[in-house]
């Protein structure tokens, strides 16, 4: 038997997203986590693991575009199979989403195309939302865009505050995206052209899980 595909994850943060994807690895397995901030908490989680880590720092490069081009080869030396943003606060050039086609994938606390960009909880208040969520996405070069893979809804309580309610959606961030990494490893979620295609036990088990995924 072969082994896992290797998937290589980006972060900038705590990590809680990268926590889970390696909690619930099945049909991947987390070959190398990169950040652009070497005190990212979930930088160290990953060296305890015994996962190979690598930080990208700022300073080393004279510009931000060199800066995104040595994580761009950061990436690529780890020969991954996907490349997993969980947290990854840097907007990435058009050269990398186009150097990893079909295998580029980010989590956002939203239901998008509802709040591209920061402070996602605290909008969908302000919006007398009465439900919110979060989408998993093939990357596009826009803020937040690319073809929506599947999206993970939770209700807002009358009592929400920003927090309560990012932590109602990190919940389901932390099973819909390994998931989703799950079936991109394994080819029964593909990107073709603009468009995602899913196997048929894919929608099964998405309709079981409750996930939303394209018709
Ligand atoms: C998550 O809410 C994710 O959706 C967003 O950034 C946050 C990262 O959290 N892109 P963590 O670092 O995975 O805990």
Redesign the pocket.
């Known amino acids: 038997m072969s082994a896992d595909p290797s998937i290589t994850v980006l972060?900038?943060?705590?990590?809680?997203?990268?926590i889970a994807l390696h909690e619930k690895a099945a049909g991947y397995r987390i070959g190398a986590v990169v950040s652009n901030r070497p005190d990212a908490p979930?930088l160290e989680w990953a060296a305890k693991q015994g996962i190979q880590t690598i930080s990208v720092e700022r300073e080393a490069s004279p510009t931000l575009a060199l800066h995104k081009q040595a994580i761009l080869e950061a990436v690529a030396a780890t020969k991954p199979a996907l490349v997993v943003?969980?947290?990854?606060m840097l907007i990435l050039q058009p050269d990398f989403v186009h150097a990893f086609p079909g295998k580029l994938l980010?989590?956002?606390?939203s239901l998008l195309p509802k709040y591209p960009g920061l402070d996602t909880h605290a909008r969908a208040l302000e919006a007398g939302d009465t439900e919110h969520g979060?989408s998993v996405h093939f990357v596009g070069t826009g803020l937040d865009s690319g073809p929506l893979i599947a999206q993970a809804a939770v209700p807002v309580l009358p009592k929400d505050d920003p927090s309560s309610l990012?932590a109602r959606?990190?919940e389901v961030?932390h099973k819909i995206y390994p998931w989703v990494v799950r079936h991109v490893a394994q080819g029964g979620i593909q990107l073709e052209g603009e468009g995602v295609v899913y196997s048929g036990g894919v929608r099964s088990e998405a309709s079981r899980l409750g996930f939303r995924i394209a018709q």
């Open positions: 972060i900038s943060g705590r990590g809680s997203n990268l979930g943003l969980a947290g990854f980010n989590i956002h606390p979060a990012a959606t990190l961030e």
